[in-house]
């Protein structure tokens, strides 16, 4: 059959090229473990590169952490993937500590998070991912500069807390953030390196579960940095 002219049936080779980087990525991710179809198909949409710092966007498609800017790392997306299926955040009120590159941001809200409150200790990752954010069509994310340890009362509460980074503890004034039936998923420092932690707010008390599930993620530092 004859087709329409300038239609040549095939792809662009630039398209056919990240289509099948995409499926790279996504196979990759498989292989690791990540089995959550909601999760792999958000990483699959979301592009990594956008948020990539521009010296590393050809590094962005490996499981692999990426320096940013004031001494932080973009987790590896393994790790980010791990934590989402643990969360379990669909249609979820979602507070995120630590913003970084905005990337995990974005996949919450391609999950299909009903709202997404994102608080970023430094000024310059704060300012830099509501920019990607806008620019990507992610704008229903509001990014707030805060010590995401101790959120501002004005926050509210959530039915899902999303901890980027390990901590020693979580604190008690996080944990008292979520609503009945909520939960917290983050990492704990340990001996043995930081483990996948979960926390669920039930009626007599927070559950609390330490996995043994390793995560290869960078600590989280509580407060509101002096500079940058």
């Known amino acids: 059959m004859d087709r329409p002219a300038g239609e040549s049936g095939t792809e662009p080779a630039g398209e ?37 710092p521009l010296a590393f966007r050809d590094l962005a498609r490996r499981d692999i952490a990426l320096p940013l800017p004031c001494g932080q790392t973009m987790t590896a997306p393994s790790v980010i993937a791990t934590m989402l299926a643990a969360l379990n955040a669909q249609g979820a009120r979602v507070l995120e500590i630590g913003t970084g590159s905005g990337y995990a941001t ?37 990014v707030g500069l805060a010590d995401g340890c101790a959120p501002p009362e004005e926050a509210g509460t959530f039915d899902r807390i999303l901890v980027n980074g390990a901590l020693r503890d979580l604190p008690p004034a996080l944990i008292d953030r979520l609503n009945p039936g909520g939960r917290l998923v983050g990492a704990l420092a340990t001996p043995a390196g930081p483990r996948l932690v979960a926390i669920a707010q039930e009626a007599d008390g927070p559950w609390r579960q330490v996995r043994e599930t390793p995560l290869r993620i960078a600590p989280l530092t509580p407060g509101l940095a002096a500079v940058l």
């Open 16 to 52: 056919s090229a990240g289509a099948v980087e995409n499926a790279a990525f996504v196979l990759g991710l498989r292989a690791r473990g990540v089995r959550d179809a909601a999760v792999l198909g958000a990483m699959e949409r979301v592009p990594r590169e956008a948020f990539a």
């Open 106 to 142: 974005a996949l919450l809200l391609r999950l299909g998070c009903a709202e997404v409150v994102s608080l970023e200790r430094y000024a310059t990752l704060a300012r830099n991912a509501r920019s990607r954010l806008d620019a990507l069509g992610f704008g229903a994310a509001m």
